[in-house]
């Protein structure tokens, strides 16, 4: 499709805005929006859940927002409810926000007369899926960034409105990347509603941006198995991967203490040292008091802070103040 400029003129009063997002990565743009004056008729969240060793219902961190900020609130458990559908139309929006939500059918987003559309953390078509942020560090980019699109059937695919770049840096994990583009994008949301609304935005279809020589690289949801390190790698991926689970969902191996008894840990912050050596992937020197280094096919990991399953998360030389490792362990377990 060729671009499309989207022809509508309206002010922030004017406007009638749904918000549609779950985490606190979607708290940012909201509040951006009603800074600027926006008027957000209404906010739809995902249920209360149980959570935490006592199994307590909690809220979505939007619910508690929009509950501070007394706005309009929906959290339906289903999204073609009947009821839900004829709410969202009641309230005759101009537009709806997406940010951090559940995937939409149609008859949702097709309700306002502007459009609804969603902000994602990459830079469409690259990184379409639900774990970008990760997966972008897993593959040792050295930028991403940011993209608001109108949404349509397919899974992130549909046009673009804006983009914005935001640099990876070596020191970054999941976390710190996460909270960069978190900020980010509240700015990008606010930009791509400004614009909108003054009628002066080009939507570009995905297809446009794509190279075929390359392909795109995706962001598939993240399993529990997915986030297991693979030792037999080159150091540099090791690295990057750890940095790519960190903190959430955490990448975890299992090693041996000195009575031999494998024991699952996760690692949130590490170091790669090339060396060669003729140790198998796998193979742990330690002094047991002021290093950990974990083998990989081209040098060694270095861990610096790490957690032992039940316990809390320990810098490197505190830990090893209550646990000995075995220093020399099979190259599987």
């Known amino acids: ?114 459009g609804t559309f969603n902000l994602h953390a990459s830079l469409l078509p690259n990184y379409r899926g639900a774990a970008p942020i990760n997966r972008v560090i897993i593959n040792g980019e050295k930028e991403t960034g940011l993209t608001t699109f109108f949404i349509d059937q397919h899974i992130d695919s549909g046009n673009i409105l804006l983009q914005r770049k935001v640099p990876v840096y070596d020191t970054d994990n999941a976390g710190t990347l996460h909270d960069r583009l978190m900020l980010e994008g509240a700015g990008l949301v606010i930009e791509t509603v400004d614009r909108l609304v003054a009628g002066e935005i080009r939507a570009v279809s995905q297809d446009t941006l794509m190279n075929d020589s390359d392909g795109i690289r995706t962001a598939p949801k993240i399993t529990r198995e997915d986030c297991r390190i693979n030792w037999d790698r080159p150091g540099k991926a090791v690295h990057n991967f750890i940095r790519g689970m960190t903190p959430y969902p955490g990448p975890y191996a299992y090693l041996s203490n000195e009575k031999g008894e494998h024991i699952l840990f996760k690692f949130y912050e590490t170091s ?46 505190e830990f090893l103040r209550g646990f000995s490792f075995k220093p020399f362990l099979p190259r599987f377990f």
């Not at 509508?8 to 009063?13: A, G, I, R």
């Not at 610096?304 to 998360?313: E, N, P």
């Open 1 to 114: 499709m060729p671009a499309t400029i989207i022809p509508v003129s309206m002010n922030e009063k004017q406007v009638r805005i749904i918000y549609m997002g779950t985490p606190e990565f979607a708290i940012p743009p909201l509040k951006s929006l009603l800074e600027k004056g926006y008027n957000v008729v209404a906010v739809v969240t995902a249920p209360d859940k149980q959570a935490g060793r006592g199994q307590k219902m909690q809220f979505p961190p939007v619910k508690a927002f929009a509950l501070d900020h007394q706005l309009k609130l929906f959290q339906p458990e289903k999204l073609r409810e009947e009821s839900f559908v004829s709410n969202l139309k009641s309230l005759k929006p101009d537009l709806q926000v997406v940010v951090a939500f559940r995937m939409l059918p149609e008859v949702v987003w097709s309700i306002p007369s502007i």
């Open 272 to 317: 790669f040292i090339p060396k060669a050596h003729r140790a198998d992937p796998g193979t742990v020197s330690t002094d047991n008091r002021t290093y950990l280094h974990i083998a990989v096919n081209d040098g060694w990991i270095a861990v610096h802070t790490l957690q032992q399953s039940g316990k809390r998360v320990m810098p490197l030389e």
